[in-house]
């Protein structure tokens, strides 16, 4: 079936450091894939997403670019600030379109 | 405002109780999903809705029973057969279409006491 592989975490970075976050993924067909970030006691919100190979999402800073080949969709981000302190989730919609499958998140601390 | 709304945030339920949460969504998405998470832990799908009175099962739908009356409302029910209920659990919902973005509510947190 679909999966979605994500690094462990927690990543700690210092303020303004280069982040990468990986995540690699296995399906069927042409899924669409997505970013998702959740802060602390709260739901999920899309940060970013995209549709077909060679596609970046972009959004606040944070990258990620659709790689058919490697069947990767890592993010990336210049330059992170301590407001940037959270769980990042890799997804996908599995192969009917119906609903996501999640990576396992990578937590992100950033220190000052 | 359109978006998903969960009730409560919080609840707490004795061991051997039934207890509903509540989702309801004005974006009129066709679709609806309940996941769950738990801590340090990625979501798990326990039900989704593709349409009203539709609805199949995800991967742990064992203890949890849903419902689906009207396109805004997605209740999850968790019973008394769900043995390890603690947990946050979320509601989603999504545009019909392929390829359309879930979108989140804010989350519910269920403790057992």
């Known amino acids: 079936g679909d999966s979605v592989t994500q690094m462990e975490g927690p990543v700690t970075l210092s303020e303004e450091a280069f982040l990468t976050i990986n995540c690699t993924y296995t399906?069927?067909?042409?899924?669409?894939l997505f970013w998702y970030v959740q802060y602390p006691g709260e739901g999920l919100q899309l940060l970013l997403k995209?549709?077909?190979?060679?596609d970046k999402g972009s959004n606040k800073g944070f990258e990620a670019t659709y790689r058919k080949e490697t069947t990767s969709f890592h993010l990336e981000k210049g330059s992170v600030q301590v407001s940037d302190s959270a769980v990042y989730f890799c997804?996908?919609?599995?192969?009917?379109?119906?609903?996501?499958?999640f990576g396992t998140g990578t937590r992100l601390l950033v220190s000052p | 405002d359109g978006g998903i709304t969960q009730s409560p945030k919080y609840l707490f339920r004795k061991e051997g109780q039934n207890v509903t949460l509540s989702c309801e969504q004005n974006?009129?998405?066709?679709?609806m999903y309940w996941y769950r998470q738990d801590p340090g832990q990625g979501l798990r799908l326990i039900y989704y809705?593709?349409?009203?009175?539709?609805?199949q099962k995800g991967d742990i739908a064992e203890g949890y029973s849903v419902s689906r009356e009207k396109k805004e409302s997605f209740p999850l029910t968790v019973t008394s057969a769900q043995k390890n209920p603690t947990a946050f659990y979320l509601c989603a919902s999504r545009p019909g279409g392929t390829g359309n973005t879930i979108y989140f509510g804010e989350g519910s947190w269920l403790t057992v006491v």
């Open positions: 399906a069927t067909g042409y899924p669409s």
């Open positions: 809705s593709q349409i009203v009175n539709d609805f």
């Open positions: 997804a996908l919609n599995d192969s009917g379109f119906q609903k996501l499958v």
């Open positions: 974006l009129n998405h066709d679709a």
């Open positions: 995209a549709t077909k190979a060679d």
